[in-house]
C-alpha cells in the first residue's frame, strides 16, 4: 500500500515517521508547497519521495494541512480510489464548507482528529510515536463508506491510536472545552503578564502557559472556525471564575474551599 | 550549626534535604506537630531528630508551615538568638499580621520566598534539589537586622537558589499575577469541564490543569491572604480575554493574531 502524506509538517512528518512500523505499507510519498518543509521530511527520510501531484495508486491519504486548506483537498481528491483522512482540530468547519461546495461529503472522505500535538512546528519536530495511546476521534457522516471507516481505523490502530467515534457536533463542543479555550486562556493570561513579571514565575506558570507559544496564526483560526462552540465555553468558565470571585469578596470560606476542593478531585482523575 | 525545620512537609522536607549538602550545617532537627509527616521526615533521614520544644542553640530556623501559622512562630521566636527565615507565599499577611501583635517585627526575621513548589505534599515528595537555580524572594522590612539578612542569603545561596530581594507590596503584586490567579483560573477551568470530557483531554490540557491538583484548603487560603492583588490581577486578564472575544466577534482577524502574537513572543521569552 502506497500512503500520501499532504503537508509534511509536525503532525505529518509524525505520521509519516509512524507509519514506516506498519507492514501493510511500503511506500510512503509527501506533498507540501514548503519548499524547507519538503526538504527536511526527505532529508529526515520521512517519506520516500516528495511529489506534485497527487499519485493515483495510494490508497490511504493523510490530510495534514492547516485547517483552511482542508476542504480544498477534499473536494480535490473526491474520486480518487484511495481513502481520505485528515487531522484537522475543527471538524464543522471542514465538514461544512466541503458540504457547501459539493452539496455532499465525498465517500470517500472520513474525518479524523487525532489528539497529539505539541506547540513546536516542522517535520524536525515530528515525534517517533506521536500517536501511540493517544485519542483519535471519527466523526463519519451518513455520506461516508463503511469500508472506507473500516480502512481509516486500521490506519490509525496501527499507528498506536485509541479510537473514538462521535458525531461532528459533539466533537466540536468537546474540543471547545478541552482545547481551544485553555489555548485562548492561555493566550490571554500571558498578554496580562508584564515582561518584568516573566523571571518571577515558578513551574506551575512553566506548564501552565505552554500552550501560549503555540502558532498564533493556526491557533486564532481554530478560534474562528469553532467560534460560537468557544464562546459558549468561555461564558462557562466566566460562571466558575466570578462564583469563586464572588465567594472571596464574600469572605466564604467553606463555599471556596468547597469549590476548589471538587476542581482538584476531578483533576486527579486524570 | 544547627538547623532546625517548622514544618517538615514537602517544602520544609526539602529545606532539610539540601541542607545535608551544606557543610556549616552539622545539625538539623525538626518540629512538626502532623505525627504522619513527623515520623517520615525522621525515617527518611531528612532531619536528624524531630523536637517538641524549639532548641535554643539553633542557628537557622525555618518556618515551612502554612501560611497561617507563619506569624505565630515568628512572634514566639522574636527573642531567639537564631535568624529565622520563612517559606510564606504572601508576605504582606504575614509581616501585617505580625505588626498588628508587635507593633513591629522581630529583627531576627527575614521574610523570605523560594518560587518553587510541587502540587504534592508530605516530606515523602521532598524534592532533592528544589531550591536549585530557582529564585528566591527576599522581602527585608527596614526593622530587619543586617547581619540577619546576610545569614538568610548566605543559607539559601548554600541550597543553590538565585536571590532577589524587593519590597512586600510588589512581591504580593507580582506573586498574585504570576502564582496565584493562575491557580485560581486552574481551579476554574476545572470546574467547568465535565467528567465525559475529561477523556478528551490532550498533552496541552494536562499540562495546563496541573496546578489545579493543588491542595484547595491551602490554596484558598493564598487567595484570601493576597485577595486585593489577586482580584486586580484576575480583572486585568479578564480585559485581554475580553479583548479576544471581541475580536473573534468583530472578525477582526488581524488584530486577533496581532494579539495572539504577543502573547506567544513574551512566552516563548521564557
Known amino acids: 500500500m502506497k500512503l500520501l502524506v499532504i503537508g509534511t509538517g509536525m503532525i505529518g512528518g509524525a505520521v509519516a515517521r509512524a507509519a514506516r512500523h506498519v507492514v501493510t505499507i511500503d511506500a510512503i510519498v509527501g506533498i507540501d508547497h514548503h519548499p524547507a518543509h ?16 497527487v499519485p493515483t495508486d495510494a490508497s490511504i491519504i493523510v490530510i495534514a494541512t492547516p485547517n483552511e486548506h482542508i476542504p480544498g483537498w477534499i473536494q480535490r481528491l473526491q474520486r480518487h480510489q484511495g481513502v481520505v483522512v485528515d487531522v484537522g482540530s475543527v471538524k464543522g468547519f471542514i465538514v461544512d464548507t466541503v458540504r457547501a461546495q ?80 485553555p489555548h485562548l486562556l492561555a493566550f490571554a493570561f500571558m498578554r496580562a503578564i508584564a515582561d518584568e513579571e516573566l523571571r518571577f514565575s515558578g513551574g506551575g506558570f512553566a506548564d501552565f502557559t505552554r500552550i501560549a507559544a503555540s502558532n498564533p496564526e493556526l491557533w486564532w483560526k481554530i478560534f474562528r472556525f469553532n467560534q460560537a462552540p468557544l464562546l459558549r465555553a468561555l461564558a462557562a468558565f466566566n460562571e466558575e471564575v466570578l462564583a469563586l470571585k464572588e465567594a472571596l469578596e464574600a469572605g466564604d470560606d467553606a463555599r471556596g474551599i468547597a469549590l476548589l476542593d471538587e476542581a482538584a478531585n476531578r483533576r486527579r482523575q486524570l
Open 38 to 53: 519538503a526538504r527536511t521530511a526527505l532529508q529526515l527520510g520521512l517519506v520516500d519521495q516528495m511529489v506534485d501531484e
Open 102 to 181: 459539493l452539496g455532499r461529503l465525498p465517500a470517500n472522505y472520513v474525518p479524523c482528529h487525532p489528539l497529539a500535538g505539541s506547540e513546536k512546528h516542522g517535520p524536525e519536530h515530528a515525534p517517533a510515536d506521536l500517536f501511540r495511546n493517544r485519542l483519535l476521534i471519527l466523526t463519519p457522516a451518513a455520506e461516508t463508506s463503511a469500508a472506507a471507516v473500516l480502512v481509516a481505523r486500521q490506519f490509525w490502530s496501527d499507528l498506536g491510536a485509541q479510537l473514538h467515534v462521535m458525531n461532528v457536533v459533539d466533537h466540536d463542543i468537546t474540543l471547545a472545552a478541552t482545547s481551544h479555550l
